[in-house]
């Protein structure tokens, strides 16, 4: 795996996403901590979906939409999950969930885009979750640019899928899903 970019990760993606709408050179953005979250849900006992965010996340996203290349490096904070219940929070960082204690953050570096003409449609990487990586597809559901006081402002809601057993995540298997679905929110500052 690539070297981890820390904070600045998030940044890299929704940066990269940026430079997406962009067009011409490639372009470099860093994510905004305002607006860089991570959603997640997984179905709880089969009867109602458990929701919550990590965040805020860092990263930096460098794109060349003319070449349909790009860079995404993310850094999400297992220990800042949030599910509005401080137990379950605590809960989810212990060693059989999310091992925030051994492994605070979460990684996702990627360099394979897809383009649907000229419009991201697709991200794919790899995902690192309590020391363990796996391939990741995230979907862009939107994803726009705009002027904000003379400098872009790129951003975006990207969806995929994880088995949490993939990652050694087994606690509560199979009254809590192994499916857990992410939605990754993110905007960037052009550089």
Not at 37 to 56: I, K, Q
Not at 85 to 91: E, I
């Amino acid at each position: 795996m690539r070297q981890h970019c820390g904070m600045r990760c998030p940044a890299l993606l929704l940066l990269t996403l940026a430079a997406a709408g962009a067009g011409a050179q490639p372009a470099t953005y860093v994510l905004d901590p305002a607006h860089s979250f991570v959603h997640f849900e997984v179905l709880h006992f089969g009867t109602s979906t458990s929701r919550g965010r990590f965040g805020p996340v860092a990263g930096v996203v460098t794109l060349d939409r003319d070449a349909g290349r790009g860079d995404v490096r993310l850094r999400i904070p297992t220990a800042g999950v949030n599910t509005g219940l401080p137990v379950f929070d605590a809960r989810l960082r212990e060693a059989d969930l999310l091992a925030s204690a051994e492994h605070p953050d979460a990684f996702f570096v990627a360099t394979r885009f897809r383009f649907d003409g000229r419009d991201l449609a697709e991200v794919r990487g790899e995902f690192t979750l309590r020391g363990v990586s796996q391939p990741l597809s995230l979907f862009a559901r939107r994803f726009a640019c705009r002027d904000d006081a003379g400098t872009e402002v790129c951003g975006g809601d990207f969806e995929g899928e994880i088995l949490r057993s993939e990652f050694g995540a087994t606690f509560g298997l199979p009254l809590v899903a192994d499916r857990v679905r992410l939605v990754v929110q993110v905007e960037g500052r052009r550089l």
